[in-house]
C-alpha cells in the first residue's frame, strides 16, 4: 500500500525521473528483444535453409546380394521416411563416341547410373536438364563435351568383364550435386573426400538391369530416401535428431546397408554456423545492451542525491531501512515494467520496419521467449540501478560522505591496481595466443553430435573492451588532473577570463567528467566496431559472390559450341548493361589431371569483372595480366599445378586441348607466366587461364562459354533480360549475383542480414546521440544549484555557456577520439576471432564513412541541443534554487 | 542618476493562485539609499528572503513597481552593484573558496591576478586566509558562510544583501562576521540589508524593517508601508 501511495506521488512530483529512467531500460530491453528475436529466427532459417537445398536426404548403399524389396521396405518403414527409391551404380571402364570417318572419341573410366521412372521429379535438386529430353540415356555435360557427343549421338560403354554395348543419347544434363551423388559412402570419418567421376552416363532403371545384371562385377544398388523435414528449429538438435535416425535405420536393415546422411551432413554446417550466429549476439549485440545499461545507471544516478534526500526525510519520520529499500523496489518495478513495455513495443515496431514482421520472422514461441528475457533484463536493470543504490546508501552513507560531491579522496581501487592495464594486457595475450596458433573460435568435428566454442579466446574482446573502457576513465581522469594548464589554455577562447576558473572547475569535478567520457567512447567504440565489421562482412559477402558468380551477370553455357554468334553484342546492347567480357571456358590435360581452362582478354577483363590483388599469387592482379597479355602464349595456373610439376616462369607448359576440327585432345605448348589462387566463376582447386585469342587458334574455334556482364541497373532485372534474350533453347545458364548471393554462401550469410545491420546501426546511432545528449545534459543538471548560484553571482549567458561549451568539447573530443581508437581496435579484433563467418578473409576493415560521418554529425548534434536546452533551464536562476541557498 | 539605489513601489509577489495563493510580499513600498544599514526581521515565511531576491532583481514582482536608479535595469545589477550572501551553503563545490571569492571579480572582467588579491584581502578580513585552498566541502558550515559574505564584498558592491548571514555562527563569530562585514561596507561606502533572527545583529543596523505575512512595515528609520 505504502508503495503504491510512493509510486502515486513519484508521478505527480517526479516524473520526469521516472520517465527518463523508464526511457533508458526502454533502449536496453528494444535491442535486446530484437537481437534475440532476430538470431533466433535466424537459426530456425539456417534449419530451413539447410534443409531446403539438400537433393537427397539419405542415400542407402546396399550390400551386394541384399534383397532390395525387403531393403526398401524396411527404409520405407523408418521414423519421417516419405520416399524410398531405388538407384543402380555400375562403374564403366569408359565411354566411345563418334566414327572411324568422324573421329573416335574416348574418357577414361567412368559411372553408369540407372534410374527408376519418376526419379527427376522426386529428386529434382540431382538433375539439371541442359540439351534434349528429361528422360532416357541422359549424358553428363562433361562427359558430352569430352565425348564431342550430343543429342542422337551414339555412346559406347565399356563394361567390367563383359562386352561393350551401346546406346544412344536422349539428352544432356548437368549433376549439380555430384559431390553427394557419388560420395563414398561408410568411409572412416577423416577420411580424404573421393572426386565425383569425370564421366557420367544415366539409364533408365529397366535399360540398366539388363545392361548391368545385380551380380555383375561393380554393380552396387542405392536407396535413395526423402524425408519429412519436420525438424527442430535449433540445427544443433535437427543434427542429432537426423544422425539419431540414421543410426537406427543402420541398424534396422542389421548390416544389409549403410546411410550416407547428406542431411545431417547440410545440418552439421549449418549448427556451426548458428553458433556463430550466437557469437555475432554476443560481441554485436551485447555491447549495445551494456552501453544502454550504463546510460540507465547514469540517468538513475542523476536522481541519486534527490533520492538521499528523501531517505534522510523518510528515515527522520521513522523509515526503517528496509522500508526504505521497499520504496526503492516498487519504483524500480514501476520503472522496469513500463520501460519493458515500451522497449517491447519498440521491438516490435522495429522488427515490422527493419525485418517486416513484428515477430522478426521467427515463431512465435521465439518471439515470446526472447520477449520474456528482455522483460527481465529491463526489470533487473531497473531493480540494479535504482534498489543497489538505495542499499548501499540505506547501509553505509554517513553524512559527510553524502557532502562530498567532489572529493579529493584517493584514486579508485581498480586504477590503484592498474586493472585498465592488466585487463588489456591479458587481452592482447589471448588474442595473441589464438591468432598465433592459427585457431578456428567454433570447432565442429564433421559427424561429432558436440560442438566447441573456444571460450578462451571469446574473453579476447570482452578484456579489451572493460579494459579500454578503464583506461579511457584513467586517462581522462589524468588528462583534467595533471593537465589544468593545457585545460586553462584550450579553453580561453571560448572561456575567455574565465579559463582557470573552468580549468580549475573542470578538474575537481574529473569523476563526473570521466564517467561521461567513458560512457561517450563506449558508444563511439560500439558505433564504430559494429559499422566497420558489418560494412566488412557485406563487402567480404559480395566479394564471395562476386567471385563465385564471375560479375554482376553471368551467362554461361557447358556445350563447346559456346553461345551463339554475336551473343556478346547483343547484351552489351541490353538496357541496364555496362560492359561485357566474353569468357572461353574449355577443359584441358595437365599430364593426367583434367582442369578448367579459360580463355580471357586480360586487357579488357577488369573493366567488367573486379581483378583483385589477393588472386594473383604475387598479389599484383594488374601486372599479372601485363605479362599475361605480353605473352600471346602465356597462361596461369594453380600453386597446386606449380608445385606438382616444378613450374618457373617462362617455363613450357604442354596442355592437352579438345581441337574443335577432329574433337580429339591434342598438345598445346603454352609459357607459363603466373599463378592464378582465384578466378571469376573457377572452381577453388586446379584451373587454368590463358589468352583467348591463342586457345582460339589452337582448338580451331573461338566459341566462347561465359559471358560477364557489369550492370548499371538492378542485376535481377538486367539478368531477366538476359534470359530472354537467349531463350532457354540455348542452354545457357544466367545467373545473377544478388541471387546467387542467397544461394551459393554458407547459410550464415545467406540469412538477411540487412536488416540486423540496419538495426544495429540506428541503434548505435540513436546510442551516440542519446548518450552524448543526454549525458551532457544530466551532467549540468546535476550541477544546476551551482549554474544558479553563479548565475545569481552575476554571470552571463555567454560565461554560463563557457563551462558548459568547454566540458562538453572535452568529453565529446576525448570521448569520440578515444573511442574511435577503441572501436578499430575491437573490430580488428572481431574480425579475427569470427574470421569463420567470412569467406574469403577479408584482407583489410571495410569502412563505412558515411555511416560514421553521420554518426559524428549526429553526436554533434546531440551535443548542441543537450547542451543548449541544458543552458536555458540554467541561464536564469530558478527562485526555488535560490531560496532553498 | 539618482542616488536612491532601491525603490519600491506596492510591490506584491504571490505564489500561486486562487484560495490557495501564498502572499510572500504585500503591497511592500520603500526605498534603500547609499550607506543605509538595515536589518530586515520577521518570523520564518514572512517573506525576508523573498524581499530580498526582488531587491536583488532575482524575483519577479508580480505586482507593483520596483526600479534601481542608481544602476539602470536590473540586467544590469550583477555582477557589480548589488550582491547577494544566501543563508544556505552557496558556494561552487568545484572551486576551492579562494576561486569562489574571486569569482565575481572575474565575471566582471578583472584578470585573475586582480581577482586572487582581492580575494585574498577579503578572506583575511574574515580571518579565512588559511582555507583559501580548501573545496567547499572541506571546510565548516560557519567557514562556508564567512566565505559567502567574502564572496558579496569582494567587489565592493553599492548595496550588500544577506539572507541569515549569521545563522550557522556562534555568537562571537557572529559578532566578528558582521563587524567586517560592516567594515567593509564603509570603505566602499555601500548599503547593507540584513535579514536576520538575531536579535544582536539587527542591532548593529540603524534601521529595522519587520515583516510578518509579507506586510513590511519600518520599526526604526527611513521607511514607508
Known amino acids: 500500500m505504502l508503495g503504491l501511495s510512493w509510486i502515486a506521488g513519484l508521478l505527480r512530483r517526479r516524473p520526469g525521473r521516472l520517465v527518463g529512467l523508464a526511457l533508458a531500460v526502454a533502449m536496453a530491453v528494444l535491442l535486446t528483444a530484437s537481437l534475440g528475436a532476430f538470431f533466433a529466427a535466424s537459426r530456425a532459417r539456417m534449419t530451413t535453409d539447410a534443409v531446403a537445398s539438400v537433393p537427397v536426404d539419405w542415400q542407402v548403399r546396399l550390400t551386394p546380394g ?185 541398424a534396422a536393415l542389421s548390416g544389409a546397408g549403410l546411410v550416407g546422411d547428406n542431411l545431417a551432413a547440410r545440418l552439421d554446417a549449418a549448427r556451426s554456423d548458428a553458433v556463430y550466429a550466437q557469437l555475432l549476439f554476443l560481441f554485436l549485440g551485447l555491447p549495445g545492451v551494456i552501453v544502454a545499461a550504463l546510460l540507465a545507471a547514469v540517468v538513475a544516478g542523476a536522481g541519486r542525491e534527490r533520492r538521499r534526500r528523501e531517505q534522510a526525510l523518510l528515515r527522520v519520520r521513522g523509515a526503517s531501512g528496509r522500508v526504505l529499500v521497499r520504496l526503492a523496489s516498487a519504483e524500480a518495478l514501476a ?41 527481465i533484463v529491463g526489470i533487473g536493470l531497473a531493480m540494479l540501478t535504482v534498489v543497489g543504490p538505495a542499499i548501499s546508501d540505506a547501509r553505509a552513507l554517513t553524512v559527510s560522505a553524502a557532502r562530498a560531491e567532489i572529493g579529493r579522496g584517493q584514486h579508485p581501487l581498480w586504477a590503484r591496481l592498474y586493472l585498465d592495464v592488466v585487463l588489456l594486457g591479458a587481452g592482447a595475450l589471448v588474442y595473441w595466443q589464438a591468432v598465433r596458433s592459427g585457431y578456428q573460435v567454433v570447432l565442429a568435428p564433421e559427424g561429432v553430435p558436440t560442438i566447441s566454442i573456444s571460450t578462451f579466446t571469446l574473453l579476447a574482446p570482452a578484456l579489451l573492451w572493460s579494459g579500454a573502457a578503464l583506461l579511457a576513465w584513467r586517462l581522462g581522469s589524468l588528462l583534467l588532473e595533471r593537465g589544468r594548464g593545457l585545460l586553462e589554455r584550450a579553453a580561453r577562447p571560448v572561456a575567455g577570463g574565465l579559463s582557470g576558473v573552468v580549468s580549475a572547475s573542470m578538474s575537481r569535478q574529473r569523476r563526473l567528467l570521466s564517467r561521461a567520457t567513458v560512457l561517450m567512447a563506449l558508444t563511439a567504440s560500439f558505433a564504430l566496431a559494429v559499422a566497420v565489421f558489418n560494412t566488412t562482412y557485406a563487402a567480404q559477402a559480395k566479394a564471395d559472390a562476386q567471385l563465385t558468380n564471375g560479375a554482376d551477370v553471368s551467362a554461361t553455357t557447358t556445350t563447346l559450341n559456346g553461345l551463339p554468334a554475336g551473343t556478346a553484342g547483343r547484351v552489351a546492347a541490353l538496357p541496364g548493361v555496362a560492359s561485357v567480357a566474353a569468357m572461353q571456358h574449355r577443359f584441358a590435360y595437365v599430364g593426367n589431371d583434367l582442369q578448367d581452362l579459360y580463355g580471357i582478354d586480360p586487357a579488357t577483363i577488369g573493366a567488367t569483372t573486379p581483378m583483385s590483388n589477393a588472386f594473383f599469387g604475387n598479389g599484383d592482379a594488374a601486372g599479372t595480366l601485363a605479362t599475361l597479355q605480353s605473352h600471346r602464349d602465356g597462361v596461369l595456373v594453380s600453386e597446386e599445378t606449380v608445385h606438382d610439376f616444378q613450374l618457373h616462369e617462362g617455363d613450357t607448359v604442354r596442355l592437352r586441348l579438345q581441337s574443335a576440327t577432329d574433337g580429339k585432345y591434342h598438345e598445346v605448348p603454352f609459357v607459363f607466366a603466373g599463378v592464378a589462387r582465384e578466378f571469376p566463376t573457377a572452381p577453388h582447386d586446379s584451373f587454368i587461364v590463358a589468352n583467348a585469342g591463342y586457345v582460339a587458334r589452337q582448338t580451331g574455334t573461338g566459341s566462347v562459354q561465359t559471358l560477364l556482364v557489369r550492370t548499371n541497373a538492378s542485376p535481377p532485372v538486367v539478368a531477366g533480360r538476359i534470359r530472354t534474350l537467349l531463350r532457354p533453347t540455348s542452354g545457357a545458364t544466367v545467373q545473377d549475383i544478388q541471387t546467387q548471393q542467397r544461394v551459393t554462401l554458407s547459410s550464415l550469410i545467406a540469412v538477411d542480414l540487412h536488416g540486423l545491420t540496419r538495426l544495429e546501426l540506428a541503434f548505435a546511432l540513436a546510442m551516440a546521440a542519446a548518450c552524448s545528449g543526454l549525458v551532457l545534459a544530466i551532467g549540468i543538471g546535476e550541477r544546476r544549484r551551482s549554474y544558479a548560484i553563479a548565475s545569481a553571482l552575476g554571470a552571463r549567458t555567454r560565461q554560463l555557456s563557457s563551462f558548459v561549451w568547454t566540458e562538453a568539447a572535452f568529453v565529446t573530443l576525448v570521448g569520440v577520439v578515444f573511442g574511435a581508437l577503441t572501436g578499430w581496435g575491437i573490430a580488428q579484433v572481431l574480425v579475427r576471432i569470427l574470421t569463420g563467418v567470412f569467406d574469403p578473409p577479408p584482407t583489410s576493415l571495410s569502412v563505412p564513412w558515411g555511416y560514421l560521418t553521420t554518426v559524428l554529425a549526429a553526436i554533434a548534434g546531440a551535443v548542441a541541443i543537450g547542451g543548449s536546452s541544458a543552458l536555458r533551464s540554467v541561464r536564469r536562476p530558478l527562485p526555488q534554487v535560490l531560496r532553498d541557498l | 542618476m539618482s542616488d536612491v539605489l532601491v525603490r519600491a513601489e506596492d510591490l506584491v509577489r504571490v505564489y500561486g493562485t486562487g484560495p490557495g495563493a501564498v502572499r510572500a510580499v504585500w503591497e511592500a513600498t520603500f526605498s534603500i539609499e547609499p550607506g543605509e544599514r538595515i536589518a530586515l526581521v520577521g518570523p520564518s515565511g514572512s517573506g525576508k528572503s523573498t524581499l530580498l531576491l526582488l531587491i536583488a532583481g532575482l524575483e519577479t514582482p508580480t505586482s507593483g513597481t520596483l526600479a534601481w536608479p542608481a544602476f539602470g535595469e536590473s540586467g544590469d545589477l550583477r555582477p557589480g552593484p548589488i550582491t547577494i550572501a544566501f543563508q544556505g551553503p552557496s558556494l561552487l563545490p568545484p572551486l576551492n573558496v579562494g576561486e569562489n571569492v574571486a569569482l565575481p571579480l572575474l565575471l566582471e572582467g578583472r584578470t585573475q ?16 586566509g588559511d582555507v583559501a585552498e580548501k573545496l567547499p566541502e572541506e571546510i565548516s558550515g560557519g567557514q562556508a558562510q564567512c566565505a559567502g559574505l567574502a564572496r558579496a564584498i569582494v567587489g565592493e558592491p553599492r548595496l550588500v544583501l544577506a539572507d541569515e548571514p549569521t545563522g550557522q555562527l556562534d555568537h562571537e563569530t557572529a559578532g566578528r562576521a558582521i563587524h567586517a562585514l560592516l567594515e567593509a561596507a564603509d570603505v566602499s561606502g555601500a548599503a547593507v540589508v540584513v535579514a536576520t533572527h538575531d536579535p544582536a545583529v539587527a542591532e548593529t543596523m540603524d534601521a529595522r524593517w519587520r515583516i510578518e505575512a509579507g506586510e513590511l512595515r519600518a520599526e526604526v528609520s527611513r521607511c514607508s508601508a
Open chain 1, 66 to 250: 541384399t534383397d532390395v524389396s525387403k531393403a526398401m521396405t524396411t527404409v520405407a518403414s523408418a521414423k519421417g521416411v516419405l520416399r524410398t527409391l531405388p538407384v543402380g551404380y555400375a562403374d564403366a571402364t569408359g565411354f566411345r563416341s563418334g566414327t572411324a570417318a568422324t573421329g573416335v572419341q574416348t574418357t577414361g573410366p567412368g559411372v553408369v547410373l540407372g534410374l527408376p521412372a519418376g526419379y527427376a521429379n522426386a529428386f529434382p535438386g540431382e538433375i539439371r536438364r541442359l540439351v534434349g529430353a528429361r528422360d532416357g540415356v541422359l549424358l553428363a555435360q562433361q562427359t558430352a563435351a569430352n565425348l564431342g557427343a550430343t543429342v542422337g549421338s551414339t555412346v559406347s560403354i565399356g563394361r567390367p568383364g563383359q562386352s561393350r554395348t551401346s546406346v544412344m543419347v536422349d539428352g544432356v544434363v548437368d549433376l549439380p550435386a555430384a559431390d553427394s551423388l557419388f560420395q563414398s559412402i561408410g568411409a572412416a570419418p577423416g577420411s580424404a573426400p573421393t572426386a565425383p567421376p569425370d564421366n557420367v552416363t544415366l539409364l533408365p532403371a529397366s535399360m540398366f538391369a539388363q545392361l548391368f545384371p545385380a551380380d555383375a562385377r561393380g554393380v552396387s544398388t542405392q536407396l535413395h530416401v526423402e524425408l519429412a523435414h519436420t525438424l527442430s528449429a535449433d540445427p544443433g538438435a535437427a543434427f542429432v535428431d537426423v544422425t539419431g535416425r540414421a543410426r537406427n535405420l543402420e
Open chain 1, 335 to 375: 520503472v522496469g515494467v513500463v520501460g519493458a513495455l515500451l522497449g517491447i513495443g519498440g521491438a516490435a515496431l522495429v522488427g515490422r520496419l527493419a525485418f517486416g514482421a513484428a515477430r522478426f520472422g521467427g515463431t512465435t514461441g521465439q518471439a515470446v521467449t526472447w520477449l520474456a528475457i528482455s522483460a
Open chain 2, 113 to 128: 591576478t586582480e581577482a586572487a588579491a582581492a580575494a585574498r584581502a577579503a578572506l583575511d578580513l574574515f580571518e579565512l
